[in-house]
């Protein structure tokens, strides 16, 4: 059975830090991409950042030099550092973990984390 279990959220002030976490069990952890995504209610979910496989990071220009995703793969745990928050950060944040097994997407999310950025 395969888990994606986040932690790490909670209410911070603006310009302040949080360190999620995202803890994976029952997959081979270093052959997937991970991923870090958030979504606001009404709004779709979007990529805030993803650390392939292969070694290579992106991030959502929103998010560029305020985030770092990073993992694991020892532990099989993957981490996305938040600083410098900003109140439009505030949304849920899944994690998700993606492998290419010959064109079929095995695709797994955990159930998020609320992250909220308030005075």
């Known amino acids: 059975q395969v888990q994606l279990v986040e932690s790490g959220g909670g209410l911070v002030q603006p310009g302040g830090s949080l360190r999620l976490s995202c803890a994976a069990s029952?997959?081979?952890?270093?052959?997937?991409?991970v991923g870090w995504y958030r979504q606001v209610p009404g709004k779709e979910r979007e990529l805030a950042a993803v650390?392939?496989?292969?070694?290579?990071?992106n991030y959502a220009d929103s998010l560029k030099g305020r985030v770092t995703i990073s993992r694991d793969n020892a532990k099989r745990t993957a981490y996305l550092q938040m600083n410098a928050l900003e109140p439009e950060d505030t949304a849920v944040y899944y994690c998700?973990?993606?492998?290419?097994?010959?064109?079929?997407?095995?695709?797994?999310w955990g159930q998020g984390t609320q992250v909220t950025v308030s005075s």
């Open positions: 029952g997959i081979t952890f270093n052959i997937y991409d």
């Open positions: 998700n973990t993606r492998h290419d097994r010959g064109g079929v997407y095995l695709d797994f």
């Open positions: 650390f392939t496989s292969g070694g290579i990071r």
